[in-house]
């Protein structure tokens, strides 16, 4: 901490010098302080980090405050990943793929109506996740109760470096500490034109939206755009998404394309290489879409929701992160921490709120753990946030760890890397006849010596619980001859990864002979 302070101090100006030194007398006054820890932020990573503090002794308070969207929609304790991320994603990925799976059923001998007069009701669907995610809120309060967290709900903003003042129902409440942590995540951007924070809505009130979305323009392909968009055509609603440049840019190139044909198969539209330029409220109710493409071409229809998934603006602004003396990156939001310390030694920050690292729930809550083993527990490990395993519930999942083709060449040179790939069958899929032209698996491996694998990427059904054990895999060093001597599952998608042999350099054909060839 020490030399942080001296690194921080060497390149900070005038300003932040007198913050440190502060700091450093603050140091010497600590036990002055009424808690070890405040955290600002009750979601994943704040969360993580408070009860493994309160776990090792330290008195710690937890301050969340959601601001509530332009359409009004707001949520209780836990943070994005379990009121309007991850947990509602997954079970509305999940009600699409049961749709899928209905009409699979069929082939299987179920008895069942009509594919046409099977329905889905978006209310009772909307009302289970909504009832879920409140039990999860319930028990996330019970659970700081017993740990002796105190949960604050109101909005935390610095008045110095050492304070956090906030308004709660019961009033003011000033709060000093030995140490901080920003845990505010993000929330999501809205494009700068007329009608948009109007008209349009997020991934923020989409899960809770009162009435059925129907026919839907996504704005945005990243992951939250293609999930929404899977998930909403999964249920049976008209889904369109507007690409600015190519779906999911930040990935595996040809990966990404083979997720967009699979959505495309299921229904998706895509306009490419557009950006919208208004939303206008019709006399019906219905909304005009406007946008434009690349080349100049203006354009308009009608839609029922029109929903901005265009990335997501880290909460430092609120928390007003310049009276604490806290430096900026990037696009001035968020925090260029090292090893989650800020460069004012006592403030620390996780998760979303982090420049350049992977805005994940595992990663902000393994982070905050870490933290938390560190101050109070004479920890010394230091989160690692290379080779990530993560996955896009699109619906067809594709997960991935490490290096994407691209990267890979990018960094080591073609003459270097071997890239192993192959399309393959799941046997469930035969039966209903589904198409298996979007089942495809790639390894990305270092072409001399043992082959070392730094990369894995894998289309299909259930990528996510795939991949998630490749994810440990490399973590302990996986090398192609490691993976080709690993004996497989049968009948399994997952099997296909140890059955892999076939080199793109190689020209041969990737596609399967048979089931068990
Ligand atoms: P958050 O969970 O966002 O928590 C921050 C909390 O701080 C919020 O409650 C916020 O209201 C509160 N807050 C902010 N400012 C203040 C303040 N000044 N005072 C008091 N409280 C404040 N990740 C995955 O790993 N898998 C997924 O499948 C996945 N799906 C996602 C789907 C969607 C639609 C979205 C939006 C995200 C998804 N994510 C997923 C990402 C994941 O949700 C985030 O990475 C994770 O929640 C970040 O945790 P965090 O602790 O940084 O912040
Ligand atoms: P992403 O950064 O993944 O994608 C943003 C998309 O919006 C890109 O397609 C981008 O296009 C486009 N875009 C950006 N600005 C504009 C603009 N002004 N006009 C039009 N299009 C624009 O952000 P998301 O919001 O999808 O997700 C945020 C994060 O949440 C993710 O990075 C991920 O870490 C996390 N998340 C994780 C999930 C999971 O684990 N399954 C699921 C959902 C979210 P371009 O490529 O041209 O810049």
Aim: hydrophobic share 40%.
């Amino acid at each position: 901490m020490a030399l942080r302070a001296v690194l921080s101090f060497g390149g900070s100006g005038n300003r932040n010098r007198f913050l440190l030194l502060q700091g450093a007398r603050f140091y010497g006054t600590k036990r002055d302080a009424e808690y070890d820890l405040v955290v600002v932020g009750g979601g994943s990573g704040g969360l993580a980090c408070a009860k493994e503090a309160a776990n090792l002794g330290a008195k710690v308070a937890v301050l969340d405050y959601v601001i509530p969207t332009p359409l009004g929609t707001k949520w209780g304790l836990g943070g994005t990943c379990v009121n309007v991320g991850c947990i509602p994603k997954k079970l509305m990925h999940q009600a699409a793929l049961l749709g899928e799976a209905v009409h699979d059923a069929k082939a299987y001998g179920w008895q069942l109506p009509e594919a046409e007069n099977i329905t889905h009701d978006w209310a009772s669907l909307r009302e289970s996740v909504q009832n879920h995610i409140k039990s999860v809120n319930w028990v996330t309060r019970v659970e700081l109760r017993d740990k002796k967290v105190e949960y604050i709900n109101g909005l935390g903003v610095f008045k110095d470096p050492y304070t956090i003042h906030t308004v709660t129902k019961k009033g003011e409440r000033t709060l000093t500490s030995k140490y901080f942590l920003i845990a505010t995540g993000g929330r999501p951007r809205y494009n700068d034109i007329p009608g948009a924070k109007e008209y349009g809505i997020t991934s923020d009130d989409i899960f809770s939206l009162e009435n059925s979305p129907g026919k839907t323009l996504v704005i945005g392909a990243g992951y939250i755009g293609l999930e929404c968009a899977g998930f909403l055509r999964g249920l049976g609603f008209d889904a369109t998404v507007m690409v600015r440049s190519v779906v999911l840019r930040e990935f595996d190139r040809q990966m990404a394309e083979v997720i967009q044909e699979s959505m495309v198969l299921r229904g998706v539209k895509f306009l490419f290489k557009c950006v919208p330029t208004a939303i206008e409220k019709q006399d019906d109710g219905k909304l005009l879409a406007k946008w434009k493409s690349d080349d100049g071409q203006e354009f308009s229809e009608t839609y029922d929701t029109v929903l901005f998934a265009i990335g997501r603006r880290a909460l430092t602004r609120e928390l007003h992160t310049d009276r604490a003396g806290i430096e900026l990156a990037g696009d001035g939001e968020k925090i260029d921490a090292v090893n989650e310390q800020t460069n004012v030694p006592h403030i620390f920050a996780v998760g979303d709120v982090l420049y350049k690292k992977p805005e994940l729930t595992p990663v902000a809550i393994h982070a905050g753990k870490l933290l938390a083993r560190r101050l109070f527990g004479g920890g010394t490990a230091q989160m690692d946030y290379q080779n990530v395993a993560t996955t896009i519930f699109s619906p067809l999942e594709y997960g991935c760890v490490g290096l994407s083709e691209e990267a890979a060449v990018e960094k080591y040179g073609a003459e270097s890397v071997e890239i192993y790939h192959a399309y393959y069958k799941p046997t469930e899929f035969f039966i209903p006849q589904k198409s298996i032209a979007h089942c495809y698996l790639k390894v990305v491996a270092m072409r001399e010596g043992e082959q070392k694998v730094i990369g894995m990427h894998f289309i299909g059904p259930n990528a996510g619980e795939i991949i998630q054990g490749f994810g440990a895999a490399i973590k302990c060093d996986l090398t192609m001859e490691k993976l080709m001597g690993t004996v497989g599952i049968h009948p399994t998608v997952a099997e296909e990864f140890t059955r892999i042999n076939i080199t793109k350099r190689s020209g041969k054909d990737p596609n399967p002979a048979s089931c068990c060839s």
